[in-house]
């Protein structure tokens, strides 16, 4: 199932808040409600908040040719959409990647031909993700041993993508390739993505899932139960540092006490060469209410104060490997993310691509 698809002048997005209970979609026609719907959680995941702001922009784009008169004019609607969608949530880089993709795409063309040369790009934009995390998959699961129990943090996977996921499309070539595979699920707090989001993925896939509370990892991996600590990124700083869902820093610490490999998975537009390292990257902090809160039913007394980043940051010494669609990245990884995608930086449309290696 998709979680994000341009359907005609419409942006259809699963509604990931509902789930697994209802199956509901939005329908959006304005890039605004999309922008909104990436705020709200309504679409979440790094290449899918990417890809459905690619498509926002589709919308914008046809918005603004049949009233703007000039390119010029064009272009600055297109501009300032882009500046709405970027402010939604700041931590993904796949946003911004999504966006300057667009812009250059937009900026290239003429008067008569933008419309559809941007559609072009965002419909190849999502095609392009989802082949990249089978290339993940594919990379990435000659990692796992022939019977390997797996934890994995929070969704990456076809929910939070173009489909297939980085991280669980691991899990599903791994079940491909003929291993068998156990996953353990956090559920995340404070949004429940694993309890909701990857447990719903994998239990209907006929995957052996087990859910635990995010407080139990120690005591799982010092029962000897996990083979591999597994999970998706947000961003990737050019020192190898990993930005992902709250709690994965703890996972990464937990997974070094018991010795266990740690693997991060994510596709070039996940890469940000532009950003040092993780001291550099935004961390999105988000409403109090959805700590204070489960499910819509208040938890902690009024008056709590509440500390709710949505992201934390690994340090590479914690990583064992990167997973990407070309191929798997060992430390140091200053060097080894600068070999592969010091190309990628190079051409952002903005033309200040830089590679500090
Ligand atoms: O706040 P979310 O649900 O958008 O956070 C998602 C994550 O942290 C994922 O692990 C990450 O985006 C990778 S998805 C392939």
Redesign the pocket.
């Known amino acids: 199932m998709k979680s994000v698809q341009l359907v005609g002048q419409e942006v259809r997005l699963l509604d990931q808040r509902r789930l697994p209970g209802d199956v509901t979609f939005i329908n959006c026609r304005d890039y605004r409600e999309v922008a909104r719907a990436i705020s709200d959680?309504v679409v979440?995941?790094?290449?899918?908040?990417g890809l459905a702001a690619a498509f926002a922009m589709v919308l914008a784009a046809e918005q603004a040719c049949a009233k703007a008169s000039s390119q010029a004019q064009l272009l600055a609607f297109l501009d300032t959409a882009a500046a709405e969608l970027r402010q939604t949530?700041p931590t993904?880089v796949n946003l911004n990647w999504a966006l300057e993709e667009i812009m250059a795409v937009a900026r290239s063309a003429g008067r008569e031909e933008i419309c559809v040369r941007v559609r072009a790009r965002a419909e190849e934009m999502a095609a392009q993700d989802e082949a990249m995390n089978r290339r993940i998959g594919h990379y990435g699961q000659s990692l796992l041993p022939e019977y390997c129990r797996v934890l994995t943090?929070?969704?990456?996977?076809a929910l939070?993508?173009g489909g297939y996921?980085?991280?669980l499309g691991i899990i599903r070539a791994a079940r491909q390739a003929g291993k068998k595979i156990e996953v353990f699920v956090d559920e995340t707090r404070p949004?429940l993505?694993g309890a909701r989001l990857t447990a719903w993925e994998l239990v209907q896939e006929g995957f052996a899932t087990t859910l635990i509370c995010d407080n139990m990892a120690a005591c799982l991996m010092s029962a000897g139960k996990v083979d591999a600590v597994l999970?998706?990124?947000?961003r990737i700083a050019a020192n190898g540092d990993v930005a992902?869902?709250i709690g994965?820093y703890g996972l990464a610490l937990l997974a070094q006490a018991h010795n266990i490999p740690f693997f991060v998975?994510?596709p070039a537009s996940?890469i940000d060469l532009q950003t040092r390292d993780g001291s550099d990257i935004t961390i999105?902090q988000r409403h109090p209410r959805e700590v204070t809160h489960i499910a819509g039913i208040q938890i902690a007394p009024e008056g709590v104060q509440v500390w709710n980043p949505?992201?934390d940051v690994t340090p590479n010494r914690l990583v064992t490997a990167i997973v990407t669609d070309r191929g798997v990245l060992e430390p140091p990884y200053g060097d080894s993310l600068a070999k592969e995608f010091c190309d990628q930086a190079m051409t952002y449309s903005t033309g200040v691509g830089i590679c500090w290696t």
């Open positions: 959680m979440r995941g790094a290449p899918a908040i949530r993904a943090h929070c969704n990456a996977g939070a993508t996921g980085t991280a949004l993505q999970v998706g990124a947000d992902n869902k994965t998975a994510a996940t999105e949505a992201f």
